[in-house]
């Protein structure tokens, strides 16, 4: 049956809502394991239906009044009305640089062209974050309503969704929405009976992290290889196939339909006086509740780590909190009053990002930390530019060598000094942050450095070429350890104290990790 009027909407509802409460009744308590139970720091509007609703049926969308939204833009608002409203709600973008939502389709709106595009970048590189990918699996239909509207507001006929191949589960879900979608009317020509049509395509990406840049990826959907272009011209003015498009992220997407059914100043009504709304964030490191939340911008680091997370597990100390992804930086404990807004993370050298988030315990060493995201960037560039091509690559040499026992005195300096040339000489948001790790873990624990590079010593203890196993005299000879060493470097008899050979240890740990009387020590 076609949707052309609030009172079929209605109709949908009044027979899905039953349907509803008895599948929920027979359900278990947790639908998706992915999506626990918010703690009280926590505000769940974008991931208010995940869980909840069945997101193979639209009929149990619209029974969360979904796609009223739509009908409310196309039969009473102009698109200027649309723009103004979302406006008015001060949404930015979840992609990353947080530029006002309607901002953007304002520009795309001035735009005389009989073609305009509108792209969903479910793209999610991140590596461990999942927010898109669970709002693509949980309520597709809202990200469809959110893109037809966007599509209503600046004049577009046809959008499309780039989604990357290894979420199956997302992808298929919002195929079956997009197909139901058009069955009711809600997609294709003259939506729910008015002059609007457009329609939705669904584009699969291969995974490469830049991919997700917004001008990398139309050059994926027009075929072409996945790389960055220079900006000017803004897609917004000549974006896919040289015409106006818009870019958005799945979950700016995904606020529209509130905003547009609640009104702007319900959504103002979280987060702080620039940052309005919600984010949601992936959770990840050695804190005791790790996973997806939803919680109003602007709440604190330490709101975060310390209310919504439990704290770092095993009674163990804080010791930095990353935000922003691989490009973002890694914030200490005297920072963790800073609020979690596109201003404040920027104004201590992160970044918001798309909503990663890794907690580290005192056992972490911010080297190695440092080292690991230069290795996920440097493989990531996509080479076009030399400064992030080849500088990454030598800041992963130098802090390889530092992370060995190699470090020269002077490679602080270097290190800072490569990271200038790579954020002034790189084209895209991928070079101009990768050095963010490494210039924030340099501020804030220049003593690891130092201990690495001058004492040859990781105060952490992670570093596998600066420390030692010993066993100490406590040692009962339980001859455990000696059997699991995969490099034969263990000697005792039984119930005689055991000793390691330091010349065949290969600082593996497992020793330590078998010892069940721990008379294993680091050194
Ligand atoms: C290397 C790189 C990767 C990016 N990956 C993503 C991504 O996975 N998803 C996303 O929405 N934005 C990503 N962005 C940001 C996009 O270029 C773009 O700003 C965003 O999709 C715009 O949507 P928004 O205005 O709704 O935030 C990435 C940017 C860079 C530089
Ligand atoms: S900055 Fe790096 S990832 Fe971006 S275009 Fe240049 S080489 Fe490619
Ligand atoms: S650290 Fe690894 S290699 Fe060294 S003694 Fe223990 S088990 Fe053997
Ligand atoms: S496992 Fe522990 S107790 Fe047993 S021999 Fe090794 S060091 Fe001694």
């Known amino acids: 049956m076609p949707v052309t009027t609030l009172d079929d909407l209605k109709t949908i509802k009044e027979q899905a809502l039953p349907k509803r409460a008895e599948r929920l009744a027979h359900a278990s308590a947790a639908q ?32 969360e009044d979904g ?34 939502a309607a901002k953007k389709w304002e520009f795309a709106a001035a735009q005389q062209s009989d073609v305009k595009y509108m792209i969903c970048n479910a793209d999610e590189g991140d590596p461990g974050a999942f ?30 969704i780039y989604c990357r191949a290894e979420y199956p589960i997302a992808v298929k879900r919002i195929q ?3 197909k139901q979608a058009r069955e009711l009317g809600l997609l294709g020509k003259n ?46 003015v000549a974006g896919l196939w040289g015409k106006p498009t818009i870019i958005n992220n799945v979950e700016t997407l995904a606020n529209v339909g509130n905003i547009i059914r609640n ?71 005297h920072l963790l009053e800073t609020p979690m807004d596109y201003e404040n993370l920027g104004a201590i050298g992160s970044i918001m990002g798309s909503g990663g988030l890794v907690v580290m315990d005192e056992g972490t060493c911010m080297v190695d930390i440092a080292r690991f995201f230069m290795d996920f960037t440097q493989d990531e560039s996509c080479g ?87 066993i100490t005299d406590d040692c009962p000879g339980c001859m455990v350890c000696a059997r699991n060493c995969p490099s034969k470097a263990i000697s005792g008899e039984k119930q005689k104290v055991h000793w390691i050979n330091p010349e065949l240890c290969e600082s593996c740990g497992i020793c330590m990790s078998v010892c069940k009387f721990n008379t294993i020590v680091v050194d």
Not at 137 to 160: C, K, R, S, T
Not at 194 to 210: C, L, M, Q
């Open 32 to 63: 998706d394991s992915e999506i626990r139970p918010p703690t009280p720091k926590e505000k769940r509007v974008i991931l208010a239906r995940c869980g909840v609703i069945d997101p193979e049926d639209v009929y149990d969308y619209i029974a």
């Open 67 to 100: 796609y009223t939204a739509l009908l409310k833009a196309l039969t009473t608002m102009t698109p200027r009305q649309v723009i103004d409203e979302v406006l008015k709600s001060g949404l930015r973008g979840r992609g990353g640089a947080g530029f006002p």
């Open 131 to 160: 927010m898109n990918r669970s709002v693509l699996e949980n309520d597709p239909h809202a990200v469809l309503e959110g893109m037809i509207i966007a599509g209503y507001a600046f004049g577009a006929h046809q959008g499309y």
């Open 176 to 178: 079956l929405a997009i």
């Open 191 to 236: 939506i729910l009976g008015s002059t609007f049509s457009f329609d939705i395509e669904v584009r699969i990406g291969a995974g490469a992290f830049v991919c997700g840049e917004e001008t990398a990826l139309m050059a994926s959907i027009e075929g072409k290889r996945g790389e960055p272009r220079p900006r000017p011209p803004f897609p917004a």
């Open 263 to 333: 009104g702007a100043e319900w959504f103002t009504q979280f987060g702080n006086e620039k940052n309005k709304g919600t984010k949601t964030f992936t959770l990840a490191g050695d804190v005791v509740r790790t996973g997806l939340i939803e919680v109003p911008l602007g709440i604190t680091l330490g709101e975060v780590v310390y209310e919504v997370a439990g704290g770092i597990k095993d009674g163990k100390k804080f010791k930095a909190i990353q935000t922003g992804g691989p490009m973002g930086g890694c914030i200490p404990e």
């Open 384 to 470: 076009k530019c030399v400064p992030c091509r080849i500088g990454t690559r030598r800041i992963l040499e130098i802090l390889t060598r530092i992370c060995e026992g190699e470090g020269e005195e002077g490679d602080i300096e270097r290190l800072e000094s490569l990271s200038k040339y790579i954020v002034a000489g790189s084209l895209c948001g991928l070079g101009q942050g990768a050095p963010n790790p490494v210039l924030t873990t340099i501020k804030h624990f220049r003593h690891e450095y130092e201990a690495h590079i001058k004492d040859k010593k990781c105060p952490a203890k992670v570093c596998r070429k600066l420390i030692t196993y010993r």
